[in-house]
């Protein structure tokens, strides 16, 4: 595995390196995923915290399902056939697009038994989609053993783009 190298003035601070996951991507896009899907979902329906819910796991799981088979496709040598091993390796790697969305669906799900209406509960989902997308960019750059300063700039500029998305859900007014 080879790595980039550091800019001048950028001393990579290996002493905060841990072993395990540092690429995070995943988790933070499935969170603005799943942020954008409650700021853009109407309330119409039958079961409107049903099918939000339901919108939500649906989504991360195409777009999950979407990312696997772009980055497979992309990979490959010409000529040669995608392995079935290449085809795990790839999805258990991406799988935290899908992943992000369960904790805002979960929120949607159990909102009744806070007593929130549904404008409360596609805020709290919102909320909490915002808020997982904040830490998981914010535990990349720890974990990848970037700086305090950097990793909450990290942290900053993730809750920057949720905010963009709360403005649009603000916005559209449902």
């Known amino acids: 595995m080879t790595s980039s190298p550091t800019p001048p003035g950028h001393p990579v601070r ?10 995070y991507a995943g988790a933070v896009y499935g969170s603005v995923l799943a942020a954008s899907v409650v700021a853009t979902a109407g309330s119409a329906g039958d079961f409107p915290r049903l ?6 796991l649906v ?10 088979y772009a980055q497979v496709a992309g990979e490959r040598v010409v000529g040669r056939p995608i392995d ?16 992000a969305a369960v904790l805002p669906a979960v929120t949607v799900a159990i909102s009744p038994v806070l007593g929130l209406d549904l404008p409360g509960t596609a805020w709290l989902a919102l909320a909490v989609a915002v808020a997982q997308q ?10 990848a053993g970037a700086s305090r300063r950097m990793a ?4 900053v500029v993730n809750l920057l783009l949720g905010l963009i998305i709360v403005a649009a859900k603000a916005a559209l007014g449902h």
């Not at 989504?59 to 696997?68: L, R, Y």
């Not at 904040?134 to 974990?143: H, I, K, N, Y």
């Open 51 to 56: 099918q939000l819910s339901a919108l939500l």
């Open 152 to 155: 909450v700039g990290e942290g």
């Open 84 to 99: 079935l091993r290449e085809w795990r390796r790839v999805a258990r790697r991406e799988r935290s697009i899908m992943e």
């Open 134 to 143: 904040v830490f998981w960019a914010t535990l990349g750059a720890v974990r």
């Open 14 to 23: 290996t002493e905060r390196l841990r072993p395990g996951r540092t690429d």
């Open 59 to 68: 989504t991360g799981v195409v777009f999950w399902a979407a990312h696997v």
